[in-house]
């Protein structure tokens, strides 16, 4: 039972040249059970229903009779009515007053549900940019006791007045969205001046507490911030002011207005909640179920990633009711829902409603889906149906509707095989419609783990952007599962056969060109100067495709491969033998040789390097990320090495005197030693370097090498398992904040990271990263239990697993 303290310790503060009583909160004075339940309040903002009603509006029920709007909402399961109060509105409207208040009380009572109290304490609309002083208050405008002591009374005598009628609200706003100075005398944004604001939100406060204590009653006090981002800051400057006796943190969100996307509004809630030791509420947002106008009356609201559709409307608030859960906040009440055209007029416009494309009512009285979001028993449906794709992207759709990818629907996934290049694209929900397009930030609100291979645009627009090897690829969106999933698509492999490769024409022996991917195919080959060509099906002579079929269909081949002009029109490789890359590009129509790894490596043994003068665990590897270029990191010291092209074979060595016959320029830290052996002698400053032989542009140079903090990932699910040992696999800093290592992983196991060798508080497990806004191989997830270690769920074998911290990514390549 939640026990209600309210507390009246009085302190002098000065302002100008005044000095008045400010009411703070570290004393209770009164001690009251709070019958209050801890129940979720899935409410609505009513405050103009009573005047739609005599404007001649109409509502229906889900069964599509006409009823009463109060007894509509409270039979979908509305459980809070908000509505606001204007001091004295009659110079342009006669709604909203205490006599209008009065009666969406009573009747919101007589359904059952309870009330939020919204004191605006201004003639018209209080916001964060306007809060404008009553026109009765003007006269002490500039006098903060006098004004305090007008603003008490007033939420008393309010307050008094309901409880004598039986109408006394379960909850009272103290202000409407008071995030800049209260009570102003004129309209515009004003900074706070912290100690009149206390003063005066405190009596309003104080207020509210002394109504509870006369009546016996637990009146709540809500304080209301529009936007998460500004309640943050609003209620640390509050709590440091002394602004403490409260008991709601109500928040206003609407994406249109905020920084904030539906998918981080927990993190907001739960900061607010924990901070201040409040219950916290998202006590106004509303989202378009069209984009269409009823009326000549301006919409304010328009569409932000959720379509503005029923479906998106009601996907929209199903999302944001999740997050509020998750950050443990106790409601959501949806801004007037019942604010439907009629021929009355608004402040702004002569007729209509400037929400009419955001109510829970559509144009002829219906309910919209997203009038379900005020019930607890609703289940979403998860089946789907056809979606549409488009954008450069897709470069078979395009921009343009005529050439849409439909995306088909099997019940609960959609899924289609689909072109991709590297450029943006996003779906819709309707086709030929704009307004419902599904981005990438939509899926991320609704909890779907994405493929790594799409990443978000920070556009306007909410796209999607590819980033892989273009081509065909299974698209498969899964709704039950929240998944995206790209798998590419490949084509059959190819068969090589010649004398040009090792397993000259031998089928047992062919070399295998395989498709990483549609219409490409490659594979890493050995060629010395001869013939080949390629075979479609294994042991048929009759699929062979030689060098004048792939002239013939017009490609670009490379210079390294000609026709041999033999019967058979074969290739003929008349290159340096080698190794090389052979792609065979169906997209684009090539085909090309490039170097890539693995290409032989070079080791160096001496005293100058680490090893010393034997092959070992610590001898320096130095491979060859591309041809012609070998390059390590190394710690030298004073002394003579020389490189080995074979590890363990001493008549490998290429030495100074080798480089230099071969025209390299060689950096002027090392020379020759000067024995028979004419060994690299080091005569720089010992330390740690990058040694780089550059036999493209004849070089060997040395820079100074700055190594970068490790990782180390410890489990069962990696090798050495649980402790620091020679297995523990060490993740090097490649790059500034880019750790990367090749590493056996175990299905089902368990690991983290550490910071330091052999320090087990220096670790980040998974929840780490994601606290951190990564986004995570889908093939981990988090362990449940204490440590929220990695639990690795793909198939058990060798890995790349890359951290970036630049882009915030944990990727695993097989």
């Not at 009463?68 to 001091?87: C, H």
């Not at 689909?418 to 599904?438: C, I, K, M, P, Y």
């Not at 991917?517 to 030689?546: C, E, H, Y």
Request: hydrophobic content about 35%; charged content about 20%.
């Amino acid at each position: 039972m939640i026990k209600y303290l309210a507390f009246s310790l009085l302190i002098s503060m000065s302002v100008g040249c005044e000095t008045y009583e400010v009411i703070n909160t570290e004393t209770p004075d009164i001690n009251l059970e709070n019958s209050f339940e801890q129940k979720f309040y899935n409410g609505s903002d009513l405050s103009y229903v009573n005047e739609m009603l005599d404007c001649g509006a109409t509502y229906k029920d889900f069964a599509g009779n006409e009823a009463n709007p109060y007894k509509i909402f409270s039979d979908a399961g509305n459980n809070l009515v908000r509505v606001r109060l204007w001091n004295e509105p009659s110079a342009w409207t006669a709604y909203s007053n205490i006599e209008d208040v009065e009666k969406t009380i009573s009747s919101s009572k007589a359904e059952g549900m309870d009330v939020l109290l919204d004191f605006h304490y201004s003639d018209t609309w209080a916001d964060p940019d306007d809060q404008v002083i009553p026109s009765a208050w003007l006269d002490v405008v500039d006098d903060t006791e006098a004004l305090g002591e007008r603003l008490y009374n007033y939420t008393y005598e309010t307050l008094d007045n309901l409880a004598s009628k039986d109408l006394l609200p379960e909850i009272v706003q103290v202000g409407n969205e008071i995030n800049t100075n209260i009570l102003n005398r004129e309209a515009g944004s004003v900074d706070i001046d912290w100690d009149r604001n206390t003063f005066l939100i405190n009596k309003g406060i104080q207020a509210v507490r002394d109504i509870s204590k006369k009546h016996d009653a637990r009146v709540q006090i809500m304080l209301h911030i529009a936007q998460p981002e500004n309640a943050l800051w609003w209620f640390e400057k509050a709590n440091e002011n002394g602004i403490v006796n409260y008991d709601w943190i109500g928040v206003s969100y609407y994406p249109k207005w905020s920084d904030y996307q539906v998918s981080d509004v927990s993190d907001a809630i739960v900061t607010l909640g924990s901070s201040y030791n409040k219950k916290v509420m998202i006590v106004e947002t509303a989202y378009p179920f069209t984009t269409e106008n009823a009326d000549g009356a301006n919409n304010i609201l328009e569409k932000t990633v959720y379509p503005a559709t029923q479906k998106g409307q009601l996907e929209f608030l199903l999302d944001l009711k999740r997050e509020i859960k998750e950050g443990n906040g106790f409601g959501l009440v949806y801004w007037e829902p019942a604010w439907v055209s009629t021929g009355c007029g608004t402040l702004f416009a002569d007729a209509g409603s400037h929400w009419d494309n955001a109510t829970l009512f559509d144009n002829d009285g219906n309910t919209t889906l997203g009038m379900n979001i005020f019930n607890e028993d609703y289940v979403p449906d998860t089946t789907c149906s056809s979606i549409w794709a488009l954008g450069d992207g897709v470069p078979d759709a395009l921009w343009n509707w005529d050439n849409a990818i439909e995306i088909p629907c099997d019940g609960t996934s959609n899924t289609i095989e689909v072109n991709l290049a590297e450029n943006n694209f996003r779906f819709f929900q309707t086709e030929g419609d704009w307004a419902s397009g599904l981005g990438y930030q939509y899926f991320i609100n609704r909890g779907y783990a994405i493929d790594p291979k799409l990443k978000g645009v920070a556009d306007g627009d909410d796209n999607f952007v590819f980033e892989g090897t273009p081509g065909l690829y299974n698209l498969e969106i899964n709704h039950q599962e929240k998944t995206i999933v790209l798998t590419p698509v490949i084509s059959d492999p190819y068969y090589a056969l010649g004398d040009a490769l090792p397993g000259g024409w031998n089928f047992d022996e062919a070399t295998l060109i395989e498709s990483p991917i549609f219409g490409v195919r490659k594979a890493t080959v050995n060629l010395s100067p001869g013939t080949f060509r390629f075979f479609t099906v294994k042991d048929d002579w009759s699929s062979s495709l030689n060098y004048a079929y792939f002239a013939d269909q017009g490609y670009t081949i490379d210079a390294n491969l000609i026709n041999a002009g033999d019967g058979d029109q074969n290739f003929r490789f008349i290159g340096n033998t080698g190794e090389y890359v052979l792609e065979i590009n169906d997209l684009d129509k090539t085909i090309t040789l490039s170097g890539s790894g693995p290409f032989p490596s070079l080791w160096a043994v001496g005293d100058a390097v680490p090893g010393g003068w034997g092959f070992n665990d610590d001898t320096v590897e130095f491979k060859q990320t591309f041809s012609g270029v070998w390059k390590a990191n190394l710690e030298l010291n004073a002394g003579v090495f020389r490189f080995f092209q074979t590890f363990g074979t001493w008549d490998t060595n290429n030495n100074y005197a080798y480089y230099l016959a071969e025209g390299f320029d060689i950096d002027a830290n090392f020379e020759n030693d000067g024995t028979g052996d004419e060994n690299f002698r080091f005569i720089g400053t010992p330390g740690l370097y990058t040694l780089t032989i550059n036999a493209n542009s004849k070089k060997i140079t040395l820079e100074e090498f700055e190594a970068l903090p490790s990782l180390w990932a410890v489990g069962d699910a990696v090798p050495g398992g649980w402790g620091f040992n020679d297995d523990t696999v060490e993740f090097p800093q490649v790059s500034e904040n880019v750790w990367t290592a090749e590493i056996a992983l175990s299905n089902g196991g368990l690991f983290r990271f550490f910071q330091t060798f052999g320090t087990w508080d220096t670790n980040n497990n998974y929840a780490f990263y994601a606290g951190e806004g990564y986004t995570i191989d889908p093939d981990f997830s988090e362990q449940d239990a204490a440590d929220k270690n990695f639990v690795f769920n793909g198939a058990t074998g060798l890995y790349t697993l890359t951290i970036d911290g630049n882009d915030k990514t944990i990727t695993l390549e097989p």
